[in-house]
């Protein structure tokens, strides 16, 4: 086994697991998205991003591609949050909600196809 794969699925896992964590639930009921889990979403997601500079294969580079979309996607969410909850007793509405939580969508997706390729690639692996 070698443990810089280990540590490389294991931040690519993560990240898709967070990003859903955030990502589901109710449209139009911010309680069922923690800030908290989206700030982890994206740390996680920033992490397997530099793990990911060093593959030099094409395959590598669809990674390293997949991860930056899913960064923007989670940053523009952050921003959005951030945006239209700022000010004394500022609460996000629907449509704001709905913004956050559709490129949050665009960010899963982005590690779904990650996480797919990753498996893919273990599965093609030759010893």
């Not at 443990?3 to 990502?23: D, H, M, Q, R, S």
Request: hydrophobic share 55%; charged share 10%; proline share 0%.
């Amino acid at each position: 086994m070698r443990t810089e794969k280990v540590i490389f699925a294991f931040f690519i896992v993560l990240a898709l697991t967070l990003n859903f964590g955030f990502f589901l639930g109710d449209f139009s009921n911010v309680a069922h998205h923690n800030v908290y889990e989206l700030f982890a979403a994206i740390v996680v997601s920033l992490i397997a991003t530099v793990l990911k500079f060093g593959d030099r294969t094409h395959l590598g580079s669809v990674f390293l591609a997949t991860s930056l979309v899913a960064d923007l996607q989670l940053i523009c969410a952050a921003i959005v949050w951030g945006m239209n909850s700022q000010g004394a007793g500022a609460t996000l509405d629907e449509h704001s909600l709905a913004t956050i939580i559709s490129l949050s969508g665009g960010a899963l997706l982005a590690n779904i196809i990650s996480v797919v390729l990753l498996v893919a690639e273990t599965i093609n692996l030759r010893r």
